[in-house]
Structures are given as C-alpha cells and as structure tokens.
C-alpha cells in the first residue's frame, strides 16, 4: 500500500477505500465467522466493520497496524451481535440440531462421516462459545486466524503475557468442557 495510503483514507478516497476492502475482506470475514459460526451473519457483520471503519477513519492516529485496527473492530462487532442475538441463536441451534428426514427412499442423506464432523463442529464450536469473552478472542485470533501472540495483544490492547494466560486458561476450559461432554457422550 502507498506511504501515503491513510492519508487518502481520511481524505475519503474511494479507490484507497476500494483497496482497503479487496485487501482486508477476508480477513476480516474470516475473524467474525470464528466469533459468530454462521457465514450470513459474519458477512453482515464484516460490511459493518468496513462501514464502521470508513465513518470512524479519522480516527485512526497509526498508532497500531491498520490490520490490527480492523481486527478490533471485528472482534468488538462480532461479541457485539452475539450479545444482541443470543436468543435468536438458541432458536436457530435448535433448528439445526433437528436432522432432516430425506423424502426419497434412495437416498438416505448425508453420508455417516459427514453427519460426524458437523456434530464435532457443534461441539466445538458451543465449548468456544462457552469461554469468556476475553478467552474467546484469544483463542479465535490465535488458531483460527493464527495470529502471533504479540499481534494478539495489540488487538486487544493487553501485555503478551496476558494473552498468554488468556489462551492458557482457554486450552484448559475446552479441554474440561470437551473431555466432559465426552464423557457424557455428546
């Protein structure tokens, strides 16, 4: 990106805004998806960042990686709408969670792995929902957007050994929820 790419941000650029996105995007997605588990909603989530972020660009002072400010605008939205929609979720897990019966006698559905690994992401997905807010984007920024410890803690606005601490505390809770649910047989 140019030197002088924030600058023509601020100035309300619409090419540099343009290249903000095509840059970004995925990025972006790919942080709320790891919050939110539901494509739709991360898409909606991750045009709300890029708004959020050409209405609030002024703002910025470089302080930090323009990366990093977008990640915490991603992280911030995405707790935001969990928050807003926990019940709406409930419903919708519930939904979900209800097998489909196929109508045609010749076809008997999903293939048995299939059904396997969705009920393994569900799993895993409610232990992670299940973690502290703070443990949570932790977790989510570190192995799902493999971010460095150090880039992790500039998102978060922590020390690094808070961050540490935070994905330590996050790896055991899963590992109890996970073995537990195990043992009673998910």
């Known amino acids: 990106m140019p030197e002088n790419f924030i600058e023509q941000l601020q100035k309300g650029n619409e090419n540099a805004f343009r290249q903000l996105v095509d840059e970004y995007q995925q990025m972006v997605f790919r942080t709320c998806l790891g919050i939110v588990h539901d494509t739709e909603d991360a898409d909606d989530i991750a045009q709300e ?5 050409y209405q609030s660009i002024y703002k910025f002072r470089a302080n930090s990686k323009i990366s990093t400010w977008l990640y915490r605008i991603a992280v911030n939205k995405s707790l935001n709408f969990l928050r807003a ?3 709406k979720r409930l419903f919708q897990s519930i939904n979900k969670s209800t097998p489909e019966i196929p109508d045609d006698n010749n076809n008997l559905g999903q293939p048995h792995e299939k059904m396997l690994e969705q009920q393994r992401k569900k799993i895993m997905d409610n232990a992670i929902d299940s973690l502290p807010k703070n443990q949570r984007t932790a977790f989510v920024l570190n192995k799902v957007e493999e971010l460095s410890y150090k880039e992790i803690s500039e998102i978060m606005e922590l020390s690094i050994s808070s961050v540490e601490s935070l994905l330590f505390r996050a790896k055991k ?3 109890k929820k996970l073995l537990a649910c195990y043992h009673r047989d998910c």
């Not at 960042?49 to 972020?53: D, K, S, Y």
């Open 49 to 53: 960042v890029f708004i959020e972020a």
């Open 85 to 87: 929609n926990k019940r």
């Open 173 to 175: 809770n899963l590992q």
